[in-house]
């Protein structure tokens, strides 16, 4: 079967820096995303990976390893707008998006 | 530009009772999917639309389900009778190329099932 696996909730302090992993077993890989979601809110995308790497966009870094069927979510200098649910997708061979469950981040002051 | 809007944004019916739901894609996005989110669980991808045709529709759950896309503008997607392991938010999402793009979410319709 698919599986993505992200820790359920993570707590971090303002300021500082967090890691949030994601780890898949799909059929197929075309790609992974990251997604930011508030309480109520639509999914927000924050960052793609198809390649192994690091990918930066400002405060927001994904890194992506194939071989290991991992990513991780780094998010830098957070903020209290930072506390939502990251949510990790690998889309696979049919280009079907299969989802983690999601990572509830604290951020406390 | 205006993101994915999807009607209503909560919907609380009785089991046997239909409901439709809207979503309105960003302008110009010919991919459209729908998926569900029921409590506690993660996000199931429902059926994805390129412009009026259902290109795959493998994660509908069974026949009370029925989406549309005529025009290929809008979609809906209709539960007929809605049973109560219905309940949950349905989302929809948009993108322009399948596979090459990231899908822009709407909101999202909670569900309640009583």
């Known amino acids: 079967g698919q599986n993505i696996d992200q820790p359920t909730e993570m707590t971090a302090t303002e300021g500082a820096i967090v890691q949030i992993n994601c780890t898949y077993q799909t059929s197929g890989f075309n790609g992974l995303f990251w997604y930011q979601q508030h309480a109520g809110e639509a999914p927000t995308f924050l960052s793609y990976n198809v390649l192994d790497g690091l990918e930066e966009k400002g405060r927001f870094s994904s890194f992506l390893s194939r071989s290991k069927g991992y990513s991780y979510l780094l998010l830098k200098e957070l903020q209290m707008k930072d506390s939502a649910s990251y949510l990790c997708a690998v889309r696979d061979s049919n280009y079907q998006l299969i989802w983690g469950a999601g990572t509830k981040l604290i951020i406390k002051p | 530009e205006a993101g994915v809007t999807q009607f209503p944004s909560h919907s609380v019916i009785e089991k046997g009772q239909t409901v439709t739901l809207r979503c309105d894609p960003i302008?110009?996005?010919?991919?459209l999917y729908w998926y569900r989110r029921v409590m506690g669980k993660e996000i199931k991808f429902l059926l994805h639309?390129?412009?009026?045709?259902?290109?795959?529709e493998s994660g509908m759950p069974n026949n009370r389900f029925l989406a549309e896309r005529t025009g290929g503008t809008y979609s809906t997607l209709k539960v007929q009778p809605a049973e109560l392991e219905d309940s949950g938010v349905y989302f929809c999402a948009s993108s322009q190329e399948h596979g090459r793009s990231a899908e822009y979410f709407g909101p999202g319709t909670r569900l309640t099932v009583l």
């Open positions: 639309f390129v412009k009026e045709s259902k290109q795959d």
């Open positions: 302008s110009g996005h010919d991919n």
